[in-house]
């Protein structure tokens, strides 16, 4: 293989995505580990100079296993969360050919290259603000472009939406509805942009963090607890709040 036969080198790619705050919000899965809703929703996506996750993924055959920083400290990949990014962006990877480093990577030897990932988010992390959308979106676009991944923005936000369901959305700007979608397999579960970012050219939002401590009560956790218990949530799925 070409890429044994080379020396020791490291290959990086750094991307940014902003968060996202829905304006009809995503509450309640009909499948925990796809991550599929019971309801459409819509979001705007943040300007990504105020509220975004910077990501850099690195491959190189130096390292013996995945490892993930976030804001300087190392956190575990093994959630299946992480695992399913991972799996999915390495199932499309293509060949990379880095001339000026001397890097030839075949399609087949990213199943057994290693990444290490650090990311930083400009805001509080687990606060509230959505950074689980912006921190998954930037992971699977990164590592989608180191990767060489050539699926479109309706792809890779199908498999964002399986780190954290509004990381879908965070895929593109402006205004972007999520389409739950019918299918058990989650492959028609993603998001569209309804309108890009200089549609409304004048809007503003303003963010006003009144605690940047971790929630008691996660957003994953507090919409599984309405599904179990809330016949309300049951009627508001019912009604298309997005049409
Ligand atoms: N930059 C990042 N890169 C990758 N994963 C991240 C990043 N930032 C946050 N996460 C993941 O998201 C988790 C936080 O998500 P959580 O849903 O609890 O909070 P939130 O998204 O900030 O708030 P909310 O969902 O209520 O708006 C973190 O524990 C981590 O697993
Ligand atoms: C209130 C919300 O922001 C909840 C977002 O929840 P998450 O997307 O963080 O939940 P998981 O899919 O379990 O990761 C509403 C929304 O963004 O639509």
Not at 37 to 54: G, Q
Not at 192 to 212: F, G
Request: hydrophobic content about 40%; charged content about 25%.
């Amino acid at each position: 293989m070409a890429m044994e036969a080379q020396a020791q080198w490291v290959l990086t790619a750094t991307g940014r995505s902003p968060t996202n705050i829905a304006v009809i919000k995503y509450w309640g899965k009909r499948d925990e580990a796809l991550i599929l809703p019971v309801n459409d929703s819509i979001s705007v996506t943040l300007d990504p100079d105020h509220l975004s996750a910077t990501t850099t993924v690195a491959a190189s055959p130096a390292f013996p296993s995945d490892r993930m920083w976030l804001n300087g400290k190392e956190i575990a990949l093994s959630g299946g969360r992480f695992q399913n990014c991972l799996r999915e962006i390495r199932k499309r990877a293509r060949d990379v050919e880095d001339e000026k480093k001397g890097i030839k990577i075949k399609k087949e030897d990213w199943e057994k290259l290693h990444v290490h990932i650090a990311s930083y988010n400009n805001f509080p992390t687990a606060a509230g603000l959505a950074s689980s959308a912006a921190g998954f979106a930037c992971l699977v676009f990164t590592l989608g472009k180191l990767m060489n991944v050539n699926e479109d923005y309706g792809e890779l936000s199908s498999i964002a939406r399986q780190g954290s369901g509004s990381a879908c959305r965070s895929i593109y700007g402006g205004f972007v509805k999520w389409c739950m979608g019918k299918n058990n397999d989650g492959s028609d579960s993603m998001a569209v942009q309804l309108v890009d970012e200089s549609h409304w050219d004048d809007l503003v939002i303003i963010i006003a963090v009144v605690s940047s401590k971790q929630k008691e009560t996660s957003s994953t956790s507090g919409m599984r607890d309405t599904v179990e218990t809330s016949p309300l949530l049951q009627y508001r799925a019912q009604v298309n709040l997005c049409r």
